[in-house]
């Protein structure tokens, strides 16, 4: 790969201090996952409102559809939880992932209050046959029609365990990534948003800019196709399609590829953490999710060091998530 001995000869010739030193990787790692569960419980209390219909999110606050407390986080957390606590334990296997999910789904382990209280209807069916079948790799459906946003709203651990597989061995990170989404998520849509966007993740938390992995010519781009076809809707996001649209035009969607270009779209128009995931969540509809997919994004950019205090320590459960997070980041 041309691209990758072009990189370590510039890390090579360059100073140390260019160099990303492990405490700011792990700053990074960490602010990816806690930055997930912030922009899901910014977002929970407005989730499902239309843009324009409710008072613009500021900071945390209770209600909401679930009637949660301020701070408290939804599904999308508990299913990053999940698949953290498997592979802080279990290494990568799939399998144990899908057994976590039942068990937050039918038991409500992982959840802010002990009950699943909000799963998608594509996530359920998928846990459904799972039981069924004992099959993860075949157990997300795998039509157009469900590509719903499920499995990037849960993605984080992926990068965050295997960042430093970049940039010289992409095709683990893409492979882990891809495969995260199989046992809720199977089509093309939500595979390859997977794969995009834990290869933007993993270039963040190793410390490349946020121009550098917002550029479709990023080198990295490259490097995934060489090990997978991106799915052509994907393809128009990594090419940066949020940026010939109005902001009128973005959408807070449970769609895959409305969700992600509107995370994008909050992300790459932000200077900081906090106005990222306001800026997301404010955009309703299923403003969790955005705001969950947003701040993962913006937590390995701006790392936990970038997080507002006031927002930390506002966070539900942490009794639940840190120890969880510890293990995962050590």
């Known amino acids: 790969m041309m691209w990758w001995r072009k990189k370590r000869e510039r890390l090579m010739n360059a100073d140390d201090n260019s160099k990303p030193d492990e405490a700011s990787v792990r700053d990074r790692k960490r602010g990816a996952l806690l930055g997930l569960a912030i922009g899901d419980a910014l977002g929970s209390a407005v989730e499902f409102r239309s843009r324009g219909y409710f008072e613009p999110v500021t900071g945390y606050r209770g209600g909401g559809p679930h009637r949660i407390e301020a701070g408290e986080w939804t599904d999308d957390t508990s299913m990053a939880l999940a698949m953290a606590d498997s592979i802080a334990e279990a290494g990568w296997d799939l399998e144990d992932q899908a057994r976590r999910y039942v068990d937050w789904y039918r038991t409500g382990r992982y959840?802010?209050?002990?009950?699943?209280f909000d799963i998608g209807l594509t996530t359920g069916s998928a846990l459904h046959r799972f039981e069924e079948t004992g099959d993860p790799?075949?157990?997300?459906?795998t039509h157009e029609r469900t590509s719903g946003n499920g499995?990037?709203?849960?993605l984080a651990p992926v990068p965050i365990a295997f960042a430093h597989h970049y940039p010289q061995d992409l095709r683990t990170l893409i492979d882990r990534a891809a495969d995260s989404s199989l046992p809720t998520h199977g089509s093309s849509q939500c595979v390859s948003a997977c794969a995009a966007m834990a290869l933007i993740m993993a270039g963040l938390i190793q410390g490349e800019t946020k121009a550098m992995v917002l550029d479709p010519k990023w080198p990295a781009w490259k490097g995934l196709a060489a090990y997978h076809k991106l799915d052509p809707l994907i393809a128009d996001v990594v090419a940066g399609s949020w940026r010939k649209k109005r902001e009128s035009e973005i959408r807070g969607s449970g769609h895959v590829v409305a969700c992600l270009?509107?995370?994008l779209w909050a992300f790459d128009t932000s200077k900081t953490f906090e106005a990222a995931v306001l800026k997301a969540v404010n955009l309703g509809d299923d403003a969790d999710t955005t705001g969950a997919v947003?701040?993962?994004?913006?937590?390995?950019c701006w790392g936990e060091s970038g997080i507002p205090e006031s927002l930390l320590t506002g966070l539900g459960r942490r009794d639940i998530l840190d120890p969880i997070l510890n293990r995962l980041v050590p």
């Open 137 to 141: 790799r075949n157990s997300g459906p």
């Open 111 to 116: 959840s802010v209050n002990g009950r699943c």
């Open 294 to 300: 947003c701040g993962q994004l913006a937590g390995a």
């Open 261 to 263: 270009e509107a995370a």
């Open 151 to 154: 499995s990037i709203m849960r």
